[in-house]
């Protein structure tokens, strides 16, 4: 880093000498944090183009070759040989667990996946047709209100419980959310299931009848889980990271995190993709969709397609599209004429020269919702399952930010258009 020729500016006659820093990998980045006290002036980048908010050691990203890694290691790794509990742990705390780590580490998150019993009226007070992320919203910021005990975020120790009950917490508050909107029972998590089966178990289990989870059905929730787990500095983690660096306690965060993410452009997109899919209906009927994506006059867009970051294959839609193939062969349902349709459209939307000169290719939504469906599931728990999956990714980037020496309140500036000094004109005179 420090052998770094710096970048020059010139500015208003001025020129400035700019430290360049090199990441482990991927792009330099000119340091900036002097521009202003040095240049007097800002820069202007909205949408965070080209700016690197923050370090960060957790998750990297090649958005050229497509590639995802977590901690350093390839995502297809992480989807094949491991599990997202252990996905979490490392995550958090930037290791793979020895046995003994993932033992103690997955007897602290299954002993906190009750919420307070008093929750449950919380959720009462909600419509039953709220969606479910709205639920979500108001709950999981409730949840400051409920835990009193890990909310001082300079206590290591409260930052480390309300880490562990945000993981445990998140499957039961969807679940809860899902059973509310159905206007069935609200069903307890069960401690001898593991993470993804107890979520599927609290989901479509109801106290009149046994309910055996189906082991497959439930590798394929943990792998969505896992696919979903980070994904660097994405909108809705740099919320979590805005709203924490003033200070706002982890479940306040958190929520925030979930309402970003509720967006179409977002986590909103699995919902969004599906519907467009079954919108489509039939392979007949892809062209003129196709259509309706180019024409700049139409706000349409093709939902899963296209990323900020990949302008390759998101190598998350690959191993989506594997196992949406799976789970609908579990079930017996392989000509599912959803499927078929996203299959054809992906293959036109590949070799056609607008998506191709623009590097628009599916992205994690284009495939997940076709699975979710399948498992039975309706289109508005998709978001709130990327929701309660991403938390890790959320409490990880938290945490990582409060320990950062160089943390200090986000505050972006501004490019003023308005209008120049002026005085009040009273009302008659106007
Ligand atoms: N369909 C049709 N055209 C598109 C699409 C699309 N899905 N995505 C981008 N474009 C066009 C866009 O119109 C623009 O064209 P032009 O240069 O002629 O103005 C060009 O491609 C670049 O698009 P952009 O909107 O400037 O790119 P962005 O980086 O700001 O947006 C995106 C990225 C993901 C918001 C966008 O691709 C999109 O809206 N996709 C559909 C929604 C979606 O699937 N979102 C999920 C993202 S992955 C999971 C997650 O992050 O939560």
Redesign the pocket.
Known sequence: MADNKPATLTVHDKTLELPVMSPTVGPDVVDITKLYGQGGVFTFDP?F?STAACKSAITYIDGDVGELWYRGYPIEQLADKSHYLEVCYLLIYGELPSKAQMEDFEYRVTHHTMVHEQMQYFFRGFRRDSHPMATMVGVVGALSAFYHDSLDISDPWHREVASIRLIAKLPTIAAMAYKYSLGQPFVYPRNELDYASNFLHMCFSVPAEQYTVDPALARAMDRIFTLHAD?EQ???TSTVRLAGSSGANPFACIAAGIAC?WG????G?NQ??LEMLEQIGTVDRIPEFIAR??D?DDPF????????VYKNF?PRAKIMKESADEVLGILGIENNPTLQVAKELERIALEDE??VS?K?YP????YSGIILSAMGFPTSMFTPI?ALSRTVGWISQWTEMLADPDNKIGRPRQLYIGSNRRDYVEVGDR
Do not use: E, I, Q
């Open positions: 949408g183009t994904h994405n909108a809705s993410l179409p452009a977002h986590g997109a969004a993709a994506a180019k700049k867009r093709l939902m899963g397609f296209g990323h900020r998101d607008y998506f623009k628009l992205n994690v939504d284009f990327f």
